[in-house]
């Protein structure tokens, strides 16, 4: 990859207090210690995440193809702060919601969801299909989200969907939702759910941070997040196509899946996302040879996805 240093910005601030970050967003202390570095930028506070490698390709193109998909993501821009390169993203949360991590509802003082399993696709669905049982509005709604952002993730190689980066936003029932402040859901009825913009999607496309580019046609898939905690990871074609993890999603939700499968493979083009990163106006530029990595590896993950269509 090649930096346009040009068109990347350069400030000189200072951090925004942790106590003062918690008057504008709703985040664990002990996460938010561990990811501090916070700052106005044009008067919005802004999260920066500093990055001087490979990593920065899965994080600003996965936001670009999920948006192009219709999933809301996180929007990244390249910025130099204080002198280190990273990126940039507005703060997304808004006042009036409860926001709570996949790994926040596993506190037991937050709600029961430990009841229904470990981290997965099915123990969210379960869950939310009790927490949302008069609302079949909201309920389709979020398993269809959760649906779509796996579908999304497998496209990708997106491999690191771990319950510290899957977000919530929510109106709880008798709770008046405040910054920094989080209130158990225990006993109480969901009124609204749905994911924030997704964010932390920068280990995709099986690029290492030291830019090897190791995607192979028989690379596993190694996803934290499956269909369920016991769902094997691997083929099941001799082509190596046949992604099982997502095979299992499919037959078990079909209803939550085929559409959007389906929009992958009749309208997602690669190469009209790609185009964006060989122009001189990007802040960063892919390397024709990368460029062509990308594009077959999203290609063959296309081919894979119209496999289970067909079946």
């Known amino acids: 990859m090649k930096l346009n240093c040009e068109r990347i910005p350069h400030y000189k601030l200072k951090k925004v207090p942790m106590q ?42 996965c936001s670009d193809i999920e948006t192009s998909l219709g999933i809301k993501a996180v929007k990244y821009y390249l910025a130099y702060i204080n002198g280190q390169l990273g990126l940039v993203s507005e703060n997304f949360q808004e006042e009036g919601n409860g926001y709570y991590h996949v790994s926040d509802l596993y506190k037991s003082s937050i709600s029961s969801i430990k009841a ?9 669905h379960d869950y939310f299909g009790v927490k949302l049982e008069d609302n079949k509005d909201a309920l389709k709604k979020i398993r269809t989200q959760l649906a779509q952002l796996f579908i999304c993730d497998y496209l990708v190689h997106q491999e690191d969907r771990n319950y510290n980066n899957i977000m919530f936003e929510m109106i709880v029932s008798g709770i008046h939702h405040k910054f ?22 920068e280990k995709s496309f099986s690029i290492g941070r030291d830019g090897v580019y190791d995607y192979k046609i028989d690379k596993i898939w190694d996803t934290s997040f499956l269909v ?46 790609l185009e964006k990163y060989s122009q001189g106006n990007s802040q960063l530029i892919i390397r024709p040879n990368n460029v062509s990595y990308i594009d077959n590896m999203l290609t063959r993950r296309q081919e894979g996805i119209q496999k289970i269509l067909e079946l």
């Open 228 to 273: 369920t905690p016991d769902t094997k990871k691997g083929f099941l074609d001799e082509d190596k196509t046949i992604d099982i993890n997502l095979l299992t999603l499919y037959m078990d939700y079909p209803d939550l899946t085929r559409n959007f499968m389906e929009k992958i493979v009749n309208e997602f083009n690669p190469q009209r996302i």
């Open 20 to 61: 003062d970050v918690l008057k504008f967003v709703t985040v664990d202390k002990t996460h938010l210690k561990e990811k501090d570095t916070w700052y106005m930028i044009d008067d919005k506070l802004s999260f920066f995440k500093p990055r001087n490698d490979y990593r920065i390709i899965g994080e600003l193109l």
């Open 116 to 124: 229904f399993g470990q981290y997965s696709f099915k123990t969210l």
């Open 180 to 201: 920094g402040s989080m209130e158990s859901i225990h006993g109480r009825s969901i009124d609204s759910v749905s994911l924030t913009k997704i964010f932390d999607s």
